[in-house]
């Protein structure tokens, strides 16, 4: 397995993707907690301590410069980070429109999510090849501070007597045999469509996301003789968080039109 040399102690690809994917699954662990903050406090509260972990997270790595500091700072307190900030900003954009535009609404903001390899790829071969990655680690988690916390206050729920939009005349004829349910989550938990979509959902996004985290070494493998393929593998990566953000956006208005069901049926 080849590695990279950073002036840290010797860290492999091998490692390096094992804090990805441990970041990866306690992102996904921590919307419970995250979105159970929302609810009791508000989006700004679970966007603001978001921002401080993945911040944190970010410095600490820089700091220790070791693999137990790439575990910890971004595998652990990265993916709390993460999960906490995704259950805030989902749910307070969803209040706002009526059910017929909430596929649209996700996809929109989780898009966001998808599409940050579009910018974070150049940057950070920029940051990295000019002042090596404990620097970047900790100038990332800086950014990662300003925007996500400043962000974060602009979320809002809507007040308690606010009306969503009504959908469409015909889109509402096409729903008019569909009766939604608000499942409390102890309720949902005890269904086994519940576990079939936690289980739909772990391995479609890890294997997406695994993919576009290596996909800059693939390619700098494989490039050969394509020097120029070689020398901005980043371009790869960057593709690839387009093409997520996109999907993400492109399946829930996918999903908007087709019914939820229908639209997992397809997927699966």
């Known amino acids: 397995m080849s590695g990279l040399n950073i ?11 094992w804090a990805y994917s441990l970041c990866g699954c306690v992102f996904a662990l921590f919307m419970i907690p ?3 903050i929302q609810d009791r406090f508000g989006p ?3 966007a603001t301590l978001g921002g401080l972990f993945l911040a944190g997270g970010c410095i600490l790595a ?22 906490m900030g995704y259950a805030a900003a989902t749910p307070a954009a969803v209040q706002w429109f ?33 002042y090596g990655l404990s620097v970047s680690f900790i100038g990332l988690g800086m950014l990662f501070a300003l925007v996500v916390i400043v962000a974060g206050q602009l ?14 005349a015909t889109a509402q004829e096409t729903r008019s045999a569909m009766t939604p349910i608000d499942w409390p989550g102890r309720e949902m938990a005890k269904t086994w469509q519940f576990y ?24 700098n493998s494989t490039a050969g003789t394509l020097a120029f393929f070689a020398a901005h593998a980043w371009l790869l990566s960057s ?8 999907g993400r956006v492109g399946t829930g208005v996918f999903s908007d039109k087709l019914g939820r069901s229908n639209a997992t049926a397809v997927w699966a």
């Not at 220790?64 to 652990?76: D, R």
């Not at 059910?99 to 903001?109: A, N």
């Not at 593709?239 to 996109?246: E, M």
């Open 7 to 17: 002036g840290w102690s010797y860290l492999t690809d091998a490692q390096a993707t």
């Open 62 to 83: 820089g700091l220790m410069k070791s693999y137990t500091g790439l575990i910890l700072g971004f595998g652990i307190m990265g993916g709390i980070g993460m999960g």
């Open 155 to 168: 979320l809002s729920r809507p007040p308690a007597d606010y009306v969503p939009p009504a959908p469409p």
């Open 239 to 246: 593709f690839g968080g387009l093409a997520n953000a996109a």
């Open 196 to 219: 079939a979509l936690v289980f739909l959902f772990i391995g479609s996004a890890q294997s997406g996301l695994l993919v576009i985290a290596n996909a800059t070494p693939m390619l």
């Open 34 to 36: 995250g979105g159970r």
């Open 44 to 46: 700004k509260w679970g």
């Open 98 to 130: 009526g059910r017929h535009q909430r596929g649209l609404i996700v996809g929109l903001v989780v898009g966001g999510y998808g599409g940050a390899a579009i910018y974070i790829s150049p940057l950070a071969k920029y940051l990295i090849g000019n």
